[in-house]
């Protein structure tokens, strides 16, 4: 199972980006999907969550200014980020947790990350 990430780059304070992430490989649903990032000298740190009943979950610090949405039929979670900050800077990742039958046969639930794209907001 992979999760690729895609749509990171370098933009101005107030601008915008849209993140994508895709899951791929054998598995049988996804539950829940989202974001962490994490800056130079910090602890990774949540951004946002969908849960796999569509309710999203955001920290304080990007609620009213990151969209977090997935289209099931696509298996991909998409992060909408519009009026960044410089404080945004870091690498996001992606994850997600999902069911697959393992090779004794049995179902599992597991947890996945994707590859960091690299956000950069300049001032």
């Known amino acids: 199972v992979q999760l690729q990430a895609s749509g990171g780059g370098l933009v101005q304070a107030g601008g915008s980006l849209r993140l994508t992430c895709v899951a791929s490989?054998?598995?049988?649903?996804?539950?829940?999907m989202g974001w962490y990032r994490q800056a130079p000298g910090h602890e990774r740190e949540l951004v946002a969550l969908?849960?796999?009943?569509?309710?999203?979950m955001y920290a304080d610090s990007v609620q009213d200014r990151f969209t977090v949405s997935r289209d099931n039929a696509k298996n991909t979670v998409y992060l909408q980020m519009n009026n960044l900050e410089p404080e945004d800077t870091a690498a996001y990742y992606c994850t997600a947790n999902l069911s697959r039958v393992d090779t004794d046969g049995r179902l599992r639930e597991i947890g996945v990350w994707g590859q960091g794209t690299q956000v950069t907001v300049s001032s």
């Open positions: 969908v849960l796999v009943t569509g309710r999203p």
């Open positions: 490989g054998n598995f049988i649903r996804i539950h829940d």
